[in-house]
């Protein structure tokens, strides 16, 4: 490994047993076939730092949600070598509640999030029940509260966060939905958190008429 390549690791928190009617906006109510939900953290390991992409959410958010929770998101990092308390950067690809969740997880890293992002999640958007169900006002006010302790780097479309590391601003799901881009010892690899859940959002937040947005999805899909 060299110092601008990295290795990463999926870390399976949490699961959810639905059916694809419950998947997705306006679907077919008859559609009782199975579509499973797996969460994830990603912990980017390199020679010489760790990154995180998207923090999860905690066993109380899994029962208020009505989700699976495996084990915490600590436990899995700690398992694989990674203390929390040492990660300097974590990249939220959204501020939806499985993302962003975990707030005290990492008391020492700067967090990288879109402009967009945090706009959307903090403006008129949020004055629509659909758009803000998968939101958590908790999650939100403590990127506020780390934006005013100076723990908040903003990126406005592409930016690097270290050699080997960049994140790409793609949107559809939410305004500011971000992937990352990673350099590995076998080439170049895309974490793209929910990338393929795409939802049309005008820029002024009318109500939503669903469209086909990408080969994978054809309707807004929930987390």
Same mark, same amino acid.
């Given at each position: 490994?060299?110092?601008?390549?990295?290795?990463?690791?999926?870390?399976?928190?949490?699961?959810?047993?639905?059916?694809?009617?419950?998947?997705?906006?306006?679907?077919?109510?008859?559609?009782?076939?199975?579509?499973?939900?797996?969460?994830?953290?990603?912990?980017?390991?390199?020679?010489?730092?760790?990154?995180?992409?998207?923090?999860?959410?905690?066993?109380? /958010?899994?029962?208020?949600?009505?989700?699976?929770?495996?084990?915490?998101?600590?436990?899995?990092?700690?398992?694989?070598?990674?203390?929390?308390?040492?990660?300097?950067?974590?990249?939220?690809?959204?501020?939806?509640?499985?993302?962003?969740?975990?707030?005290?997880?990492?008391?020492?890293?700067?967090?990288?999030?879109?402009?967009?992002?945090?706009?959307?999640?903090?403006?008129?958007? /949020?004055?629509?029940?659909?758009?803000?169900?998968?939101?958590?006002?908790?999650?939100?006010?403590?990127?506020?509260?780390?934006?005013?302790?100076?723990?908040?780097?903003?990126?406005?479309?592409?930016?690097?966060?270290?050699?080997?590391?960049?994140?790409?601003?793609?949107?559809?799901?939410?305004?500011?939905?971000?992937?990352?881009?990673?350099?590995?010892?076998?080439?170049?690899?895309?974490?793209?958190?929910?990338?393929?859940?795409?939802?049309?959002?005008?820029?002024?937040?009318?109500?939503?008429?669903?469209?086909?947005?990408?080969?994978?999805?054809?309707?807004?899909?929930?987390?």
């Amino acid at each position: 490994m060299t110092a601008d390549t990295y290795e990463i690791y999926a870390v399976r928190y949490a699961h959810h047993h639905r059916l694809a009617r419950e998947s997705f906006l306006a679907a077919d109510p008859h559609d009782d076939s199975p579509m499973p939900l797996d969460y994830f953290v990603w912990a980017i390991v390199g020679e010489n730092r760790t990154l995180i992409l998207d923090t999860g959410f905690d066993e109380a /958010m899994a029962k208020k949600r009505k989700r699976e929770f495996l084990r915490a998101p600590r436990d899995g990092l700690l398992a694989i070598g990674v203390d929390p308390a040492t990660v300097g950067d974590v990249i939220i690809s959204h501020m939806h509640y499985d993302h962003a969740g975990n707030r005290d997880l990492f008391p020492n890293a700067t967090y990288h999030l879109q402009d967009r992002e945090m706009a959307f999640c903090t403006g008129r958007c /949020m004055c629509h029940p659909q758009l803000r169900r998968s939101f958590e006002e908790d999650d939100v006010s403590a990127m506020v509260g780390r934006l005013f302790a100076g723990r908040v780097q903003f990126h406005d479309g592409t930016g690097e966060i270290a050699p080997g590391i960049t994140v790409h601003h793609v949107g559809g799901h939410t305004d500011g939905l971000q992937v990352m881009r990673v350099k590995t010892q076998r080439g170049w690899v895309v974490l793209a958190a929910d990338a393929s859940h795409s939802t049309p959002i005008s820029s002024r937040c009318a109500p939503m008429r669903w469209s086909t947005m990408s080969a994978t999805c054809s309707k807004a899909s929930r987390p």
